[in-house]
């Protein structure tokens, strides 16, 4: 299913797995903090830590819905996939692309191109 993705054939699989990553590891020290795990820090760098967690969530965020797009046309996939599909489906309607919905199959030899 994965190797015949548009997402895997353009190269850009690397893009939401970095982004879902980022997305992971910057969520983290908000939720460690709210459940506790971080009172041994003291409370400036625990501040700081959810600042900054929070931040690289927020980016990721972005990076993932924004980057992920048609060679063709531009069409940002990961955004239309999250907004047109459940919460449950968006990653695997995603991953089953086999071209874009916006433009249809590839035009040139040079759109499986990363971006």
């Known amino acids: 299913m994965f190797d015949r ?3 895997t ?3 850009q699989w690397w893009k939401f797995i970095f982004g ?6 910057g969520g983290m020290f908000p ?4 459940a506790g795990m971080l009172q041994w820090i003291n409370e400036d760098t625990r501040m700081i830590l959810i600042l900054v967690g929070t931040a690289v969530a927020l980016i990721s965020f972005a990076f993932l819905f924004l980057s992920i797009r048609c060679p063709d046309c531009g069409a940002r996939w990961a955004w239309m996939a999250a907004r ?4 449950k489906e ?4 995603l991953f089953s692309l086999q071209h ?12 499986t191109r990363s971006l």
Do not use: D, E, Q, Y
């Open 31 to 34: 939720l460690f903090n709210f």
């Open 100 to 111: 874009c919905p916006k433009c249809g199959p590839p035009k040139s030899a040079g759109s």
């Open 20 to 25: 879902l990553s980022g997305l992971v590891v």
């Open 9 to 11: 054939k353009t190269h």
């Open 84 to 87: 047109t599909r459940s919460h």
């Open 5 to 7: 993705a548009i997402i």
């Open 90 to 93: 968006w990653i695997v309607w």
